[in-house]
T-cell receptor, first 109, second 115 residues
Framework: GQNIDQPTEMTATEGAIVQINCTYQ??????LFWYQQHAGEAPTFLSY??LDGLEEKGRFSSFLSRSKGYSYLLLKELQMKDSASYLC??????????WGAGTKLIIKP | IAGITQAPTSQILAAGRRMTLRCTQD?????MYWYRQDLGLGLRLIHY???????GKGEVPDGYSVSRANTDDFPLTLASAVPSQTSVYFC??????????????FGPGTRLTVL
């Protein structure tokens, strides 16, 4: 079967750095996505990785290792508005997205 | 309209009733999707359409049907609602549905409760 694993919840302090991990086992791989979802709102796109390595976009970076079936999302200089759920999704061999359950990130002052 | 709209925002429905959730996008995207999101689970794909006139089944299609008569609209119908269909439903669209970055953009969601 196909599986995406992420921690259920993480807590971090405002101004700090946090790393959210995602491991996957899917039938085929055609890219990995990270989305942010604030409570009661729609998911919004953060990043896309298809090759191994780090993609940096402002305070957010995403890393991929295809051989290990592993990705992480790194958030720097945390702000209170970063309190949200972060969703990892992998595009499989049928070009459909398989979604993790999401990691709820709580930022404390 | 900017992006994707969904209607209604929320609905309480008696079991056995028929219900259509509406979704409209103005980005001229070829591909559209319907997901349900339940607590503790990832988004699950119900149905999708890679282009107007075609549809396909996702992971959890039973009890749902869709149509794609034109590029902009992708309604989801529950023929006879059951309590297990209580969920938040998200419609999404993407440019091609066939690879590359092909980012999916989401509507605001419909919160459906079936009693």
């Amino acid at each position: 079967g196909q599986n995406i694993d992420q921690p259920t919840e993480m807590t971090a302090t405002e101004g700090a750095i946090v790393q959210i991990n995602c491991t996957y086992q899917t039938s085929g791989f055609n890219g990995l996505f990270w989305y942010q979802q604030h409570a009661g709102e729609a998911p919004t796109f953060l990043s896309y990785n298809v090759l191994d390595g780090l993609e940096e976009k402002g305070r957010f970076s995403s890393f991929l290792s295809r051989s290990k079936g592993y990705s992480y999302l790194l958030l720097k200089e945390l702000q209170m508005k970063d309190s949200a759920s972060y969703l990892c999704a992998v595009r499989d061999s049928n070009y459909q997205l398989i979604w993790g359950a999401g990691t709820k990130l709580i930022i404390k002052p | 309209i900017a992006g994707i709209t969904q209607a209604p925002t929320s609905q309480i429905l008696a079991a056995g009733r028929r219900m259509t959730l509406r979704c409209t996008q103005d980005m001229r995207h070829n591909a559209m999707y319907w997901y349900r999101q339940d607590l503790g689970l990832g988004l699950r794909l119900i149905h999708y359409s890679n282009t107007a006139g075609t549809t396909g089944k996702g992971e959890v299609p039973d009890g749902y049907s869709v149509s794609r008569a034109n590029t902009d609209d992708f309604p989801l119908t529950l023929a006879s609602a059951v309590p297990s269909q209580t969920s938040v439903y998200f419609c999404a669209s993407s440019d091609s549905g066939t690879g590359g970055a092909d980012t999916q953009y989401f509507g605001p969601g419909t919160r459906l409760t079936v009693l």
